[in-house]
């Protein structure tokens, strides 16, 4: 069976500092990798996914993540966060049967 | 404009009482999914249909129903038999292929009151 962990509940960041998002999973099969974010009182959108090929994926926004198999790993990444970045992260890995399994979430909180 | 359609945007249900959540489509998708998400859990899958007339139950069923008459709809009723219901409720449609992103609506919040 899946299971992701994303290890921080809240991540504070100074607004034009970087970021990282961590975000771990376990699966005895290959699998697919997203990442989507939730702005207040809203649905979810994705930010981007890895299927297969290059292991650094770039997504909407200037976030990217980078997929590490041997860490089982699909950190995400910004390199200048804004005040509108502000917003609740999710990642999720689906495998052969196309369901999704979420991780908790990470809520990004953007200091001025 | 293609998108997902949930309404309405508040609900409040009374004590034994059924409520019916409202998800429609327009992106012409053969999957849907109800998603419940309580704060700090995630989303936890309720119900998903991949063709018309067939719906499959997820992770926490129990107290829930749908239907799925058309390929647009996809309506959730909370029964009374779901005795914690308070919570933010979404509903997404995919295309059925493996790595398909899936399309949010923007949600429900269901109070008890």
């Known amino acids: 069976a899946q299971s992701v962990t994303q290890l921080d509940s809240q991540v504070p960041v100074f607004e034009e500092a970087p970021v990282e998002l961590r975000c771990n999973y376990s699966s005895s099969v290959s699998v697919y990798l997203f990442w989507y974010v939730q702005y207040p009182n809203q649905g979810l959108q994705l930010l981007l996914k890895?299927?297969?090929?290059s292991t650094l994926v770039k997504g909407i926004n200037g976030f990217e993540a980078e997929f590490n198999k041997s860490q089982t790993s699909f950190h995400l990444r910004k390199p200048s966060v804004h005040i509108s970045d502000t917003a609740e992260y999710f990642c999720?890995?689906?495998?052969?049967?196309?369901?999704?399994?979420w991780g908790a979430g990470t809520k990004l909180i953007i200091k001025p | 404009d293609g998108g997902i359609t949930q309404s309405p945007k508040y609900l409040f249900r009374k004590e034994g009482q059924n409520v019916t959540l409202s998800c429609e489509q327009n992106l012409n998708h053969d999957a849907m999914y109800w998603y419940r998400q309580d704060p700090g859990q995630g989303l936890r899958l309720i119900y998903y249909?991949?063709?018309?007339?067939?719906?499959q139950k997820g992770d926490i069923a129990e107290g829930y129903s749908v239907s799925r008459e058309k390929k647009e709809s996809f309506p959730l009723t909370v029964t009374s038999a779901q005795k914690n219901p308070t919570a933010f409720y979404l509903c997404a449609s995919s295309a059925v292929r493996a790595g398909e992103k899936l399309f949010f609506g923007s949600g429900t919040q269901l109070s008890v009151l």
């Open positions: 890895y299927l297969s090929g």
């Open positions: 999720a890995v689906s495998a052969y049967n196309y369901q999704l399994i």
């Open positions: 249909s991949q063709i018309v007339n067939d719906f």
